[in-house]
T-cell receptor, first 115, second 115 residues
Framework: EAQVTQNPRYLITVTGKKLTVTCSQN?????MSWYRQDPGLGLRQIYY???????DKGDVPEGYKVSRKEKRNFPLILESPSPNQTSLYFC??????????????FGPGTRLTVT | AQTVTQSQPEMSVQEAETVTLSCTYD???????LFWYKQPPSRQMILVIR??????QNATENRFSVNFQKAAKSFSLKISDSQLGDAAMYFC????????????FGSGTKLNVKP
């Protein structure tokens, strides 16, 4: 089954304790992206990657890191989480096609709470 | 940067009736894609419908259709014969061709369906 998986689905942590949220897709998509969803703000892009070793900042990258060492994986790293990073996080992937904006396939979301 | 505005935070519709969700966007690009995503209580993001800006014909998917007004930069979603399962948060999204697959999301409209 074609899918994007994220782990963990729920996470409660404390300020300053490094954490990683994993994301994996089995569709051989070139493009992967991380979003955070906050009430009244919709989804905002944190980082995206157009292929292995190619990443770039989205609209709200502060406090986050990413890496893309393999095509299927795109982990999101919070080196020193703070309470303002409490949010619902989504990983998404899609094909890259010149001259076309392809739909993004989303993971199930990770609910992160930082106390 | 592109912006997407959904001016209706919450709407209600009676089962079997029709409802229209509004979306406007701001862009200087001539080619782009527009999407409506549904987010039920499970939090999964589900693509409802997509529209290519170069196509004049409005997209339709079963009970879902759009009214795309390019000059007015408007992209509304019409749901006909509303069903209880349509109750969800709906997000309008803009996909740019010029910064591969960068998406901009609106703040969402919560749709309630009354039996």
């Amino acid at each position: 089954e074609a899918q994007v998986t994220q782990n963990p689905r729920y996470l409660i942590t404390v300020t300053g304790k490094k954490l990683t949220v994993t994301c994996s897709q089995n569709m051989n998509h070139e493009y992967m992206s991380w979003y955070r969803q906050d009430p009244g703000l919709g989804l905002r892009q944190i980082y995206y990657s157009m292929n292995v070793e190619v990443t770039d900042k989205g609209d709200v990258p502060e406090g986050y890191k990413v890496s893309r060492k393999e095509k299927r994986n795109f982990p999101l790293i919070l080196e020193s989480p703070s309470p303002n990073q409490t949010s619902l996080y989504f990983c998404a992937s899609s094909y890259l096609t010149s001259g076309r904006s392809n739909e993004q396939y989303f993971g199930p979301g990770t609910r992160l709470t930082v106390t | 940067a592109q912006t997407v505005t959904q001016s209706q935070p919450e709407m209600s519709v009676q089962e079997a009736e029709t409802v229209t969700l509004s979306c406007t966007y701001d862009t200087s690009e001539s080619d782009y894609y527009l999407f409506w995503y549904k987010q039920p209580p499970s939090r999964q993001m589900i693509l409802v419908i997509r529209q290519e800006a170069y196509k004049q014909q409005n997209a339709t998917e079963n009970r879902f259709s759009v009214n795309f007004q390019k000059a007015a930069k408007s992209f509304s979603l019409k749901i006909s014969d509303s069903q209880l399962g349509d109750a969800a948060m709906y997000f309008c999204a803009y996909g740019t061709l010029y910064n591969f697959n960068k998406f901009y999301f609106g703040s969402g409209t919560k749709l309630n369906v009354k039996p």
